[in-house]
């Protein structure tokens, strides 16, 4: 019986302008990896280029395509770790690739469901401010753990922010009566998050304040079946 052929010998040859390099064989095959995917595998000139070695080197390259997958989803933005993972898997990489990117973002700080959350509460306080309600129902959706959430809405306060919101959208409301204000405005509180409570009292506030500053604006404040 025969022995089996022995395993092709690698020659390295490096690619300058593409960081790769390219593993030339004793059988004449070529096979291009990245600098990152051989320098996890340890490749060296003269190694044998097995099988099982050339397994672990598409593995490596698997998780060089993942993270450079990951390092574009997080030039546009934060994300969490749950749309991460569902990023990375609609891109076609296996769970094994997409738990080594993972962690490998949670080790160097790219990845932090705590952090995501507070500068999610930042960026809508900036731009568009809701009330506590719906921040945790848009955290709660991208994954984020409870725990985490609750830390993030922490300290808003959901009465000053309906009534700067209401002050706002005073201006533009109209201003014969007040059924067709609140039905304005407090349709537009409730619409961000605010509960029924903290929709009325800011509704309410706002109206006065607009009574106070406008005399010729009919004063009609609430009745029994209004807010």
Known sequence: MDDPPSPAI?????????????????????VLFSDEACERCGIAEGMAATPE???????AERRVSAHEAALRLLSSRARSETEM???????????????DE???????????DQKFAEAWVEDRKRVSPRGRRMLRYELLGRGIDPSAVEQAVD???DRETALQLARGRARKGPRGTYEAFYAKVGGFLRRRGFDYEVTAAATRAAWQE??????????????????
Do not use: N
Not at 53 to 59: A, C, P, S, V, Y
Not at 85 to 99: E, K, N, Q, S, V
């Open 210 to 227: 607009l009574l106070a500053e406008t005399p010729d604006v009919a004063d009609e404040p609430a009745t029994s079946e209004t807010p």
């Open 155 to 157: 300290g808003i306060d």
């Open 85 to 99: 993972r569902t990023r990375l898997a609609m891109r076609g990489f296996d769970p094994a690739a997409i738990d």
């Open 53 to 59: 070695l050339l397994k672990q080197l598409e593995r």
């Open 102 to 112: 993972i962690g490998r973002l949670h080790g160097s700080g790219l990845l932090d």
């Open 10 to 30: 690698i020659e390295v040859r490096v690619i300058s302008h593409g960081r790769q390099r390219l593993l030339s064989l004793s059988d004449g095959r070529e």
